[in-house]
């Protein structure tokens, strides 16, 4: 399904990033960081309309020849990001969105974790794993 | 005109309904004109079924004469190209002429429509008014009322009449407003059911799109016809929705084609490529056998077209790239070759164009809207560009094969020619010139991608503008031109470092490093390398690599490379070493760990910490906080203290105006505008003693010392390791750690021993001298200086003087000197005080001593008659035991003083006292002059513990004056006549007798004296007066005073005391009649050796009384 997941820090350092293929991850990277960009803009004219506060998904960001690229906000300000390969006309709105949530859903239990400084970067191998199966579509 | 539309090869598609004339045709001729003008002017409003909104539109029409042959059949769908409208037209205006001809025409016209079932038509009676026959009275019936009484008896709008507008009156204006206006309304009806018919047949042909047979070009062009409809209505934005149903249903045929379901007619839009003719916004029309690319193209050009009349250029812009990237994927999934590079082509004009019209069509306050959709567009056009330069082979680093040049001819010829006007050429002109030479090539490639990041930089999007940038910085490297690229690279890491990817950062330090080797920039090469070296997100073979890149190319440095420690070395803490304040010329010692990153051992040839004065840190305190908000992070400006200042406003003549607080908000400042951190200065630091240091990767622990030699607070500042001359510096040390290096000065004490320091004595006090934290100069001397009366000495077998000079012999700091100093104060002067002097303060320090004598003396006068002996008592007032020896009583030549003390010597203690009586040898006088006397004594100590053996002398000298005998009084006590005894409570008598002496009487004091017996209450009862005067002067006999005393207790009993004293009488003023007293009578007493009371002592014996009746 998804072929990348970041989760970005409030101060827009990355916590921590996967990626299917690991040849590709310099290059994912590089898409990440630019969509950025349109999450802050997001961000920014979403306070100024008054849209919906508890909507955290934010759609998607943009669009590649090759990629899509999704996110998602927390009311901490920590951006999820899901690639996409846009080859996969199979996938739904829905399906990213209850990816997201599932991310959130773990990320929010891996922060629980006493012994997680906040703001460290994640290394955990089980939460790596679990964001792959969420990725592939078996979680 | 709505409805109508010139297509390049002047074609009409004219989707206006068609109105039917029939009837008297010439007048219809002369009306047409005005009526298809008048028919779109004014809007009317459009009811629809299916509850969708009323929408006012605008109608046109065609006019075309009535053929039985043309018109419509029923159940038709395309009503749309029938005719739907008749409209029958007549100028008859006489009854009868009507009844004889027209009527049947008409009867005959309309059972044709109604054999069709056609609803729709009119009747319009054209009236022509004459000046003339508007005076006649009106005909009982007109026409209309017959047409309308035989034809349309319950519809009365179908038939009409109209005065003739060719004649302009006022009158007919109404009328042909009615006229227009009612054809309006009846066309839009019928118009209407036709539509609402087009649209069911849309429907139903949708339904049947899974059905062989069924083509997706003929429905396209089917709903196409409705969407033109809507079009030619002014419904634009439903127009674009019936465009929009086409192009999703299409992709959705493309996507269940791949998935399986293929349909046959798909077959034809998966031919191989031929022509990919660049997409052409504005009036276009589709080919009859369109390749994918050109129905795609179509379809957005008719979108773009819609999207334009609704003025919302910029959504042609934000849905050009899902459209571009659309397309792709659908050649992708129909699996349609193509030569290479012809996609990118038609990609590449297809993005251009939408750009070039936006930009004709942009508005001003849509530039935001606007350019948040080209910045991606114009990213996406030199990306395809830069694809197609590598194809062609037209990048810098090469040149362009015989088969790349091929392949150049070959996708020009596939473009077709769409020449531009000369000013400005078409996309396809552009990208034949662009592929023609690389500098073309170049030349367009740059400017695109640097509008593309301008416009991201533009809409606020950096990170993206920065990729762009990166891009750029990779061709300018092929170019040759590294300076740009290193710039490119150099903002990219900014803004990868900012958001704190490191391994983004690092990647594109790499990048740099082969930039700045390119450019042959060793300083920057090392900076880089360095940081490379560090990185644990580079592999760490190629860490390695560039590490000994780094160590080689830095024997090439001449002067020294600062570069900040960042994440190359780590401070992990920083420790004084020493224990509280630190003394001015000890070591100061601070230990270090740090964290090398490098991938390997490096060999420091110094380490060194800089200091900072903490004055100076006061000073520059505003400008250091600021240093250090940079250090740390570019903070939120949001967490910031606000600056709030008062702020007072003055009227002109200096009164208060207004009182207020003000916020200055600071400026914004680029936090990345200073690269390096502030520069300590590294002249005063502290240094590693042992060198060549080596730092292994990981923790090392340094130690850095220093020797105090300025006093003060010191903080720590950076910390720098030099390799060679690469000069590693970190930021500033925070949190701060201070060192304190302090001074002790010398000190100087003067010390008394246990006992009180006695007057006459030689003893010893301790002068004792501490050095402080600093050695002091040799040949430093103490001196002291005794005030009158005390000597000093520090030498033992030196004499004794007023001053000293003591020279310091240790001079090493903290040792201390004791000196012994001798000191004898004179017996006069208690108090003394001795002066230090000495270099290190400024003025001398007085010592207060007090001293206090050895011994003290007491002196009495006793008298016996005229004799007079002087008792001396001496009283020991200290610890020591003192041997008195051989006192001296002297009271001049011309005095004689018997002794009679015994010759010894004698040993005194503390509050023991000694006794010594002379008698002085003098015959009474009439002047007695005051005697001086003088008393000496020697005295030894007797103590071992002073060596002061010497003999001294104790002094005492004394006045005594009055001292001659003036009067003797004698008393005692007789029991009364006849008495033998004296009894209690029996009066006795107290004879008084005062005897003054042979000089007496000459001495010119007093003649009169008064005598008062003071007796004890309890013993005595003096009966009578117990005082009175005597005087002498005109008898010098003694006088006698018998006074009854009566004694009041048993035994023996003290006589009562008698006093004498000078009675001086009152004065009288002679002068005056009356007598008043000036002064009163007073008493002056006598000098204790003046007056001699032999009787003194004496006793009486007093016995009980007779009886106890008088006890009481």
Redesign the interface.
Same mark, same amino acid.
């Given at each position: 399904m998804a072929v990348c997941a970041a989760i970005i820090g409030k101060d827009n350092s990355p916590k921590y990033f996967t990626c299917l293929n690991p040849y590709d991850e310099l290059n994912l990277q590089y898409k990440v960081l630019s969509s950025l960009d349109v999450v802050e803009e997001k961000l920014n004219s979403g306070t100024k309309s008054g849209s919906d506060i508890r909507e955290l998904y934010l759609g998607m960001l943009y669009s590649l020849e090759t990629h899509k690229i999704y996110g998602y906000v927390t009311n901490t300000k920590i951006k999820f990001v899901i690639i996409v390969d846009s080859t996969n006309i199979a996938i739904r709105d829905n399906e990213i969105r209850s990816m997201f949530r599932k991310l959130h859903s773990i990320y929010a239990d891996y922060v629980c974790n006493p012994f997680h400084i906040p703001g460290d970067q994640i290394t955990s191998k089980s939460f790596d794993e679990r964001v792959k199966n969420i990725m592939t579509g078996n979680a | 005109m709505n409805g109508t539309e010139i297509l390049e090869n002047d074609l009409f598609i004219d989707r206006r309904p068609i109105i039917t004339c029939a009837g008297e045709l010439e007048v219809f001729s002369l009306l047409e004109d005005n009526l298809s003008q008048a028919l779109p002017q004014d809007s009317c409003e459009w009811r629809r079924s299916l509850g969708r909104p009323v929408r006012s539109v605008h109608i046109g029409a065609n006019f075309a004469p009535f053929s039985t042959a043309a018109l419509p059949k029923p159940n038709q769908w395309d009503m749309i190209r029938q005719p739907l409208f008749h409209i029958y037209w007549t100028e008859c205006v006489d009854v009868d002429i009507y009844k004889t001809g027209i009527k049947d025409e008409i009867e005959l016209w309309l059972k044709e429509l109604a054999t069709r079932e056609i609803p729709d038509w009119l009747i319009v009676v054209v009236e022509n008014y004459d000046g003339k026959r508007a005076n006649k009275l009106l005909p009982r019936t007109t026409v209309l009322d017959k047409i309308r009484a035989d034809f349309a008896p319950k519809q009365g709008d179908r038939c009409i009449s109209v005065i003739n507008p060719g004649k302009v009156e006022s009158r007919s204006a109404d009328s042909w407003r009615g006229l227009v206006s009612r054809v309006r309304h009846l066309v839009l009806v019928s118009y209407a059911r036709a539509v609402a018919r087009l649209e069911e047949h849309v429907r139903q042909q949708r339904e049947k799109r899974n059905e062989v047979g069924w083509n997706f070009l003929q429905y396209f062009k089917l709903q196409e016809e409705l969407a033109q409809v809507l079009e030619m209505l002014g419904l634009y934005d439903e127009a674009l929705v019936q465009y929009d149903e086409l192009d999703a249903l299409f992709s959705q045929f493309v996507?269940n084609g791949? *998935?399986g379901d293929a349909v046959n007619w798909l077959v034809n839009f998966q031919k191989a490529l031929e022509r990919w003719h660049g997409l052409k916004l504005g009036p276009s029309h589709l080919e009859d056998d369109p390749s994918i690319l050109e129905l795609r193209a179509y379809i957005f050009a008719k979108q773009a077209h819609m999207l334009l009349l609704i003025n919302k250029i910029w959504e042609i812009a934000s849905r050009c +790239?899902?459209f571009l990237?659309n397309c *792709? $994927?659908e050649i *992708? +999934?129909l699996e349609v070759t193509a030569p290479p590079g012809a996609i990118s082509c038609w990609l590449f004009l297809a993005c251009m164009e939408v750009l070039q019209t936006c930009e004709k069509f942009n508005q001003a306050d849509q530039v935001e809207a606007y350019s &948040?959709n080209t910045a991606?567009l114009w990213a996406y056009a030199s990306q395809k560009l830069k694809e197609l330069g590598e194809l062609c082979g037209l990048m810098p680093n090469g040149t362009p094969s015989s088969e790349q040049l091929h392949i150049v001819v070959g996708l020009s010829a596939g473009m077709g020619d769409n020449p531009g006007s000369p000013g400005a050429p078409s996309p396809t002109d552009k990208l034949k010139k662009a592929l023609c030479s690389q500098e073309a090539f170049n030349k367009n490639y740059l400017e695109l991608a640097e509008l593309a990041m301008g416009t991201?930089k533009h809409?606020?999007? &950096? $990170?993206?503008a920065r &990729?762009i940038g $990166?891009d750029l910085a990779f061709f300018y490297l092929l170019l040759g031109e590294t300076q740009k690229a290193a710039a490119f690279l150099g903002d990219a890491l900014k803004t990868?470092e900012q958001?704190?990817?490191r391994?983004?950062a690092a990647?594109t330090q790499v990048d740099l490093a082969e930039c700045y080797m390119k450019s042959s920039d060793t300083r920057k090469f090392i900076r880089t390398c360095a940081a490379i070296a560090s990185s644990p997100y580079i592999d760490t073979l190629i860490r390695w690599s560039y590490f000994d890149d780094m160590l080689k190319c830095l024997d090439l440095l001449e002067k020294p490379l600062v570069v900040p420690f960042k994440d190359i070395i780590k401070i992990i803490s920083v420790n004084v070493r020493n224990d509280g304040p630190i003394m001015q010329d000890c070591v100061m010692e601070v230990e270090a760990v740090l964290d090398s990153n490098f991938p390997r051992e490096i060999l420091c040839t110094k380490a060194l910490l800089s200091i900072d004065h903490d004055k100076e840190q006061k000073k520059l305190k505003d400008k250091n906080c600021r240093n250090v908000s940079k250090e740390i992070k570019p903070k939120d400006i949001s967490m910031q203290r606000l600056k709030i200042q008062r702020h007072l406003d003055y009227k002109q003549d200096k009164q208060l105006s207004s009182a207020s607080v003000v916020c200055k908000t600071t400026p914004l400042k680029r936090a990345d505008s200073s690269a390096s951190p502030p520069q300590s200065d590294f002249t005063c630091c502290l240094e590693c003693a042992k060198l060549p240091l080596v730092l292994t990767p990981g923790l090392n622990v340094i130690r850095l010392s220093r020797k105090a030699t300025e006093t003060g607070k010191f903080q720590l500042g950076q910390l720098a390791v030099h390799v060679r001359e690469l000069e590693l510096i970190s930021s500033l040390i925070i949190p701060k750690v201070s060192l304190e290096v302090k001074r002790e000065e010398p000190t100087v004490r003067l010390d008394k021993g246990l006992s009180p320091l006695l007057l006459g004595l030689e003893q010893r006090m301790e002068l004792s001298v501490t050095i402080g934290s600093y050695e002091i100069e040799k040949n430093s001397t103490v001196k002291l200086i005794a005030s009158r009366g005390l000597s000093i000495q520090h030498l033992e077998d030196s004499p004794l003087q007023s001053s000293i000079d003591i020279a310091i012999e240790q001079t090493q700091p903290f040792s201390k000197m004791v000196t012994s100093i001798r000191i004898l104060a004179d017996i006069f002067s208690q108090d003394q005080q001795i002066t230090i002097n000495w270099p290190w303060s400024p003025k001398p320090i007085p010592v207060q001593l007090s001293f206090t004598p050895p011994l003290t003396c007491g002196i009495r006068l006793h008298t016996v008659k005229h004799r007079k002996f002087v008792h001396i008592t001496l009283v020991g007032k200290c610890d020591m035991e003192l041997n008195v020896d051989l006192p001296k009583l002297n009271f001049g030549e011309d005095v004689k003083v018997i002794d009679y003390n015994v010759p010894s010597s004698q040993v005194i203690m503390n509050d023991v006292s000694i006794s010594y009586l002379w008698e002085i040898q003098f015959t009474p006088q009439d002047e007695a002059p005051p005697l001086k006397g003088e008393y000496k004594v020697q005295y030894t100590t007797q103590s071992n513990k002073l060596e002061d053996c010497e003999t001294r002398t104790f002094q005492h000298f004394f006045e005594i004056t009055d001292y001659q005998t003036l009067y003797h009084v004698e008393a005692h006590v007789e029991p009364t006549k006849g008495n033998e005894f004296c009894r209690v409570g029996a009066v006795c008598q107290l004879h008084l007798t005062i005897r003054p002496g042979s000089h007496t009487l000459q001495m010119n004091t007093t003649n009169s004296l008064m005598y008062e017996v003071l007796a004890e209450q309890s013993l005595w009862a003096v009966c009578g007066r117990t005082a009175g005067v005597v005087s002498f002067i005109p008898d010098p006999e003694p006088q006698t005073v018998i006074m009854d005393v009566m004694p009041l207790n048993s035994g023996y009993l003290p006589l009562p005391a008698i006093r004498l004293s000078k009675y001086i009488p009152a004065e009288y003023n002679v002068s005056d009649k009356v007598l008043k007293p000036e002064t009163h009578p007073r008493l002056e007493p006598f000098s204790p050796g003046q007056v001699y009371n032999s009787s003194k002592g004496q006793q009486v014996h007093v016995i009980a009384a007779l009886n106890d009746v008088h006890i009481q």
């Amino acid at each position: 399904m998804a072929v990348c997941a970041a989760i970005i820090g409030k101060d827009n350092s990355p916590k921590y990033f996967t990626c299917l293929n690991p040849y590709d991850e310099l290059n994912l990277q590089y898409k990440v960081l630019s969509s950025l960009d349109v999450v802050e803009e997001k961000l920014n004219s979403g306070t100024k309309s008054g849209s919906d506060i508890r909507e955290l998904y934010l759609g998607m960001l943009y669009s590649l020849e090759t990629h899509k690229i999704y996110g998602y906000v927390t009311n901490t300000k920590i951006k999820f990001v899901i690639i996409v390969d846009s080859t996969n006309i199979a996938i739904r709105d829905n399906e990213i969105r209850s990816m997201f949530r599932k991310l959130h859903s773990i990320y929010a239990d891996y922060v629980c974790n006493p012994f997680h400084i906040p703001g460290d970067q994640i290394t955990s191998k089980s939460f790596d794993e679990r964001v792959k199966n969420i990725m592939t579509g078996n979680a | 005109m709505n409805g109508t539309e010139i297509l390049e090869n002047d074609l009409f598609i004219d989707r206006r309904p068609i109105i039917t004339c029939a009837g008297e045709l010439e007048v219809f001729s002369l009306l047409e004109d005005n009526l298809s003008q008048a028919l779109p002017q004014d809007s009317c409003e459009w009811r629809r079924s299916l509850g969708r909104p009323v929408r006012s539109v605008h109608i046109g029409a065609n006019f075309a004469p009535f053929s039985t042959a043309a018109l419509p059949k029923p159940n038709q769908w395309d009503m749309i190209r029938q005719p739907l409208f008749h409209i029958y037209w007549t100028e008859c205006v006489d009854v009868d002429i009507y009844k004889t001809g027209i009527k049947d025409e008409i009867e005959l016209w309309l059972k044709e429509l109604a054999t069709r079932e056609i609803p729709d038509w009119l009747i319009v009676v054209v009236e022509n008014y004459d000046g003339k026959r508007a005076n006649k009275l009106l005909p009982r019936t007109t026409v209309l009322d017959k047409i309308r009484a035989d034809f349309a008896p319950k519809q009365g709008d179908r038939c009409i009449s109209v005065i003739n507008p060719g004649k302009v009156e006022s009158r007919s204006a109404d009328s042909w407003r009615g006229l227009v206006s009612r054809v309006r309304h009846l066309v839009l009806v019928s118009y209407a059911r036709a539509v609402a018919r087009l649209e069911e047949h849309v429907r139903q042909q949708r339904e049947k799109r899974n059905e062989v047979g069924w083509n997706f070009l003929q429905y396209f062009k089917l709903q196409e016809e409705l969407a033109q409809v809507l079009e030619m209505l002014g419904l634009y934005d439903e127009a674009l929705v019936q465009y929009d149903e086409l192009d999703a249903l299409f992709s959705q045929f493309v996507i269940n084609g791949h *998935t399986g379901d293929a349909v046959n007619w798909l077959v034809n839009f998966q031919k191989a490529l031929e022509r990919w003719h660049g997409l052409k916004l504005g009036p276009s029309h589709l080919e009859d056998d369109p390749s994918i690319l050109e129905l795609r193209a179509y379809i957005f050009a008719k979108q773009a077209h819609m999207l334009l009349l609704i003025n919302k250029i910029w959504e042609i812009a934000s849905r050009c +790239l899902p459209f571009l990237h659309n397309c *792709t $994927r659908e050649i *992708t +999934l129909l699996e349609v070759t193509a030569p290479p590079g012809a996609i990118s082509c038609w990609l590449f004009l297809a993005c251009m164009e939408v750009l070039q019209t936006c930009e004709k069509f942009n508005q001003a306050d849509q530039v935001e809207a606007y350019s &948040l959709n080209t910045a991606p567009l114009w990213a996406y056009a030199s990306q395809k560009l830069k694809e197609l330069g590598e194809l062609c082979g037209l990048m810098p680093n090469g040149t362009p094969s015989s088969e790349q040049l091929h392949i150049v001819v070959g996708l020009s010829a596939g473009m077709g020619d769409n020449p531009g006007s000369p000013g400005a050429p078409s996309p396809t002109d552009k990208l034949k010139k662009a592929l023609c030479s690389q500098e073309a090539f170049n030349k367009n490639y740059l400017e695109l991608a640097e509008l593309a990041m301008g416009t991201y930089k533009h809409i606020g999007r &950096l $990170r993206s503008a920065r &990729l762009i940038g $990166r891009d750029l910085a990779f061709f300018y490297l092929l170019l040759g031109e590294t300076q740009k690229a290193a710039a490119f690279l150099g903002d990219a890491l900014k803004t990868f470092e900012q958001d704190n990817w490191r391994e983004l950062a690092a990647q594109t330090q790499v990048d740099l490093a082969e930039c700045y080797m390119k450019s042959s920039d060793t300083r920057k090469f090392i900076r880089t390398c360095a940081a490379i070296a560090s990185s644990p997100y580079i592999d760490t073979l190629i860490r390695w690599s560039y590490f000994d890149d780094m160590l080689k190319c830095l024997d090439l440095l001449e002067k020294p490379l600062v570069v900040p420690f960042k994440d190359i070395i780590k401070i992990i803490s920083v420790n004084v070493r020493n224990d509280g304040p630190i003394m001015q010329d000890c070591v100061m010692e601070v230990e270090a760990v740090l964290d090398s990153n490098f991938p390997r051992e490096i060999l420091c040839t110094k380490a060194l910490l800089s200091i900072d004065h903490d004055k100076e840190q006061k000073k520059l305190k505003d400008k250091n906080c600021r240093n250090v908000s940079k250090e740390i992070k570019p903070k939120d400006i949001s967490m910031q203290r606000l600056k709030i200042q008062r702020h007072l406003d003055y009227k002109q003549d200096k009164q208060l105006s207004s009182a207020s607080v003000v916020c200055k908000t600071t400026p914004l400042k680029r936090a990345d505008s200073s690269a390096s951190p502030p520069q300590s200065d590294f002249t005063c630091c502290l240094e590693c003693a042992k060198l060549p240091l080596v730092l292994t990767p990981g923790l090392n622990v340094i130690r850095l010392s220093r020797k105090a030699t300025e006093t003060g607070k010191f903080q720590l500042g950076q910390l720098a390791v030099h390799v060679r001359e690469l000069e590693l510096i970190s930021s500033l040390i925070i949190p701060k750690v201070s060192l304190e290096v302090k001074r002790e000065e010398p000190t100087v004490r003067l010390d008394k021993g246990l006992s009180p320091l006695l007057l006459g004595l030689e003893q010893r006090m301790e002068l004792s001298v501490t050095i402080g934290s600093y050695e002091i100069e040799k040949n430093s001397t103490v001196k002291l200086i005794a005030s009158r009366g005390l000597s000093i000495q520090h030498l033992e077998d030196s004499p004794l003087q007023s001053s000293i000079d003591i020279a310091i012999e240790q001079t090493q700091p903290f040792s201390k000197m004791v000196t012994s100093i001798r000191i004898l104060a004179d017996i006069f002067s208690q108090d003394q005080q001795i002066t230090i002097n000495w270099p290190w303060s400024p003025k001398p320090i007085p010592v207060q001593l007090s001293f206090t004598p050895p011994l003290t003396c007491g002196i009495r006068l006793h008298t016996v008659k005229h004799r007079k002996f002087v008792h001396i008592t001496l009283v020991g007032k200290c610890d020591m035991e003192l041997n008195v020896d051989l006192p001296k009583l002297n009271f001049g030549e011309d005095v004689k003083v018997i002794d009679y003390n015994v010759p010894s010597s004698q040993v005194i203690m503390n509050d023991v006292s000694i006794s010594y009586l002379w008698e002085i040898q003098f015959t009474p006088q009439d002047e007695a002059p005051p005697l001086k006397g003088e008393y000496k004594v020697q005295y030894t100590t007797q103590s071992n513990k002073l060596e002061d053996c010497e003999t001294r002398t104790f002094q005492h000298f004394f006045e005594i004056t009055d001292y001659q005998t003036l009067y003797h009084v004698e008393a005692h006590v007789e029991p009364t006549k006849g008495n033998e005894f004296c009894r209690v409570g029996a009066v006795c008598q107290l004879h008084l007798t005062i005897r003054p002496g042979s000089h007496t009487l000459q001495m010119n004091t007093t003649n009169s004296l008064m005598y008062e017996v003071l007796a004890e209450q309890s013993l005595w009862a003096v009966c009578g007066r117990t005082a009175g005067v005597v005087s002498f002067i005109p008898d010098p006999e003694p006088q006698t005073v018998i006074m009854d005393v009566m004694p009041l207790n048993s035994g023996y009993l003290p006589l009562p005391a008698i006093r004498l004293s000078k009675y001086i009488p009152a004065e009288y003023n002679v002068s005056d009649k009356v007598l008043k007293p000036e002064t009163h009578p007073r008493l002056e007493p006598f000098s204790p050796g003046q007056v001699y009371n032999s009787s003194k002592g004496q006793q009486v014996h007093v016995i009980a009384a007779l009886n106890d009746v008088h006890i009481q």
